[in-house]
């Protein structure tokens, strides 16, 4: 189709060559109806099949949308990547790796299984690993903590974030898999005994509210380095950027992630809200939101749009 640079730099977001290919996109995907919304957390079935939106955010500040680019959402797995981001400005690389390794699991994202010999979870990306990571963010009380994630989220997004208490309180209720997994963890000593508060907080930054513009904006913002391209507020420590992207490459979609990487070829972390945020390093962020999944869990036309981005404007890494 032709080169990003020029499609993209009529800034007139509304009428550039760019938007309109966007909208062709959403045209093509919007009558895909494969998949389906996640029911296993109870309020996640309330989603409806048609919601549709694609953003993307550039290095130098420009977004393009197109259709429902201001739907909230919960950020659902999404969160994870960007709260290993925190824990790692919290406790430094070594100490991190301590507690949760980067080894992809090719499980599915509620695996139970921990590494056999460290007893780590095997990445920051599947609940267990996410649970392990949340244990670590500072704080002196649960709403500390909590107060410290939404604060991250908006240095990336430029905007404030509350959480939907109905889908935390869900997750809450029904967690029993992932309580589980924080025991199992806790009996061989990965997470602290603050066991009830951080699976409140896990479950708090799951049900953060997004839209599809805000998950364009945290991968801008990665792209940018860690800062923000609208804003120009740092949202992550330049140590950590390429840590949390390369786990977003080897991990960001579960079982699928080898797959993505190989047809893809962009780091990226996908919610089981529907949401997938794609990124190309120094270029641009990726913002989808379809709450039809596929098996592994990822939104079905999420992945579609980003397959023809990625061929389109050669964004693929490699
Ligand atoms: O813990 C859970 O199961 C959810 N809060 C998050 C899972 C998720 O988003 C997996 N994504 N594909």
Redesign the pocket.
């Known amino acids: 189709i032709g080169d990003l640079q020029s499609l993209t730099s009529s800034i007139t977001a509304v009428t550039s060559p760019f938007r309109r290919y966007l909208s062709e996109l959403h045209e093509k995907y919007k009558v895909i109806n494969d998949g389906a919304v996640?029911d296993?957390?109870p309020e996640l079935a309330l989603a409806k099949p048609e919601w549709f939106g694609i953003c993307v955010g550039t290095s130098e500040g420009q977004v393009f949308e197109v259709g429902d680019c201001d739907q909230l959402f919960t950020i659902?797995?999404?969160s994870k990547a960007f709260v290993f981001g925190l824990a790692l400005e919290d406790h430094g690389r070594e100490y991190v790796n301590s507690k949760v390794s980067v080894e992809p699991t090719g499980e599915a994202?509620?695996s139970i299984v921990l590494d056999e010999v460290t007893n780590r979870p095997y990445n920051p990306m599947v609940?267990a690993g996410?649970i392990a990571t949340a244990d670590l963010i500072k704080g002196d009380n649960g709403t500390q903590r909590l107060k410290r994630m939404l604060e991250m989220f908006k240095r990336y997004t430029g905007r404030e974030h509350d959480i939907n208490v109905p889908v935390f309180l869900s997750?809450k209720a029904t967690?029993y898999?992932?309580r589980a997994m924080a025991y199992l963890m806790l009996n061989f000593g990965m997470v602290s005994e603050k066991i009830d508060e951080t699976l409140d907080l896990?479950?708090q930054q799951?049900?953060v509210l997004v839209n599809a513009r805000d998950l364009a904006m945290l991968s801008a913002t990665l792209a940018n380095g860690g800062v923000n391209p609208v804003t120009q507020e740092r949202a992550l420590d330049e140590r950590y950027v390429q840590d949390v992207i390369s786990v977003m490459l080897t991990c960001g979609m579960?079982d699928g992630s080898g797959a993505w990487a190989y047809r893809v070829g962009m780091p990226a972390k996908?919610?089981?809200?529907g949401g997938i945020t794609a990124i190309a390093p120094g270029k641009l962020g990726i913002g989808t939101f379809s709450p039809l999944?596929d098996a592994?869990?990822?939104s079905v036309r999420g992945i579609k749009v980003c397959e023809d981005l990625s061929r389109d404007f050669g964004l693929h890494l490699f």
């Open positions: 996640a296993y957390i659902q797995s999404i994202f509620n609940n996410a997750e967690g898999r992932n896990y479950f799951c049900s579960y996908s919610g089981v809200g999944l592994k869990g990822n």
